[in-house]
């Protein structure tokens, strides 16, 4: 199993932030897109995807938030006990290494 460093999961996260992003801009395109003159089911489908929009935009507001708060928590407490911190990560180490040669 491989080890990520906190960039590649920031990048990662970041990565399907932008993602998420993309999907609702191009989900607000095809709203706008959308014929006037819908039937009855296709207004219904159109409020459906107006309704899961605002969802992925909150989601992503709260994932975002949600990550930073993560980081800075992390953080502050890497700074705070740097040798606890070495000490964990070996040990989580050694731990994988063990489980994965045991296979």
Known sequence: METRSASDI??????????LKEVVRDGEELLRAGCEDLSERGLAAREKLAAALEAAKETQQHMREQVIVGARATDRAIRQHPYQAIGIAA?????IGVLAARR
Do not use: A, P, V
């Not at 920031?10 to 993602?19: A, I, N, P, W």
């Not at 040990?91 to 731990?95: A, C, V």
């Open 10 to 19: 920031e990048k990662s996260t970041q990565k399907l932030l932008e993602d």
């Open 91 to 95: 040990g989580i180490g050694l731990l």
